[in-house]
């Protein structure tokens, strides 16, 4: 159980395009789900809290408009990159909880963006 | 603001005992949990702490200190496979358990 996909797993598009990353639960609801960027040899870290059903909550220094986040169902939320840079090239990867009384996360497998 | 730390690197022979250790300074504290990531995959959930503790799962063991902000994974009867890096995370206590992750430790063990 408590598994969680992303697609695509890999993608290349140029600079000043946009790409769609998305993250299922597969079997299980997940009405809060995660996205997080990895760089290479560095940790997590946490880019934006989606909600199903409400705004996304960006942290820090996250440009919002850059990074459109939608949670349109509870097995579902997609992480839009506009207008792609190279230096947004990163490993993005999304996470779920089952429910409110588990506290860990289980994440997908990871998109692995590259913006030539 | 958050820190957490982890050693960089940790290498360690098959068969042997390897001890992580984690330090944190966090605004709030709602659980400690140790991943294992392997070089281009996801976290896979190792562990568990929110009390101050030993918590046991076969090979893989977590212990917690609250007071002194600690924590450590110890991994016993080291395999070739468990090469990876190991990440301490920590959960807030927003109403979305949000985690900040620690950088990771690599371990690298030989043969």
């Known amino acids: 159980g408590a598994v969680v996909s992303q697609h695509p797993s890999r993608v290349i598009c140029k600079s000043g395009t946009s790409v769609k990353i998305e993250c299922r639960s597969l079997d299980f609801q997940a009405t809060t789900m995660f996205w997080y960027r990895q760089f290479p040899k560095q940790s997590l870290m946490l880019m934006a809290t989606?909600?199903?059903?409400?705004?996304?909550?960006?942290e820090q220094g996250v440009e919002k408009d850059k990074f459109l986040i939608n949670h349109a169902s509870l097995t579902l939320s997609t992480l839009t990159v506009t207008s792609a840079h190279p230096e947004d090239s990163s490993f993005y990867i999304c996470s779920a909880r089952v429910n409110e009384d588990r506290a860990e996360q289980y994440f997908g497998p990871g998109t692995r963006l590259t913006v030539t | 603001g958050q820190n957490i730390d982890q050693p960089t690197e940790m290498t360690a022979t098959e068969g042997a005992i390897v001890q992580i250790n984690c330090t944190y300074q966090?605004?709030?504290?709602?659980?400690l949990f140790w991943y294992q990531q392997h070089a281009g995959e996801a976290p896979t959930f190792l562990s568990y702490n929110v009390l101050d503790g030993l918590e046991e799962k076969g090979r893989f063991s977590s212990f917690l200190s609250r007071s002194k902000g600690y924590s450590y994974l110890l991994l016993k009867e080291l395999q070739m496979k468990d090469s990876a890096s190991y990440l301490c995370?920590?959960?807030?206590?927003?109403?979305?358990?949000?985690?900040?992750f620690g950088a990771g430790t690599q371990v690298v063990v030989t043969p």
């Open positions: 989606s909600n199903e059903g409400s705004k996304a909550t960006y």
């Open positions: 995370a920590v959960r807030a206590t927003d109403s979305w358990g949000k985690f900040q």
């Open positions: 966090t605004s709030g504290f709602n659980g």
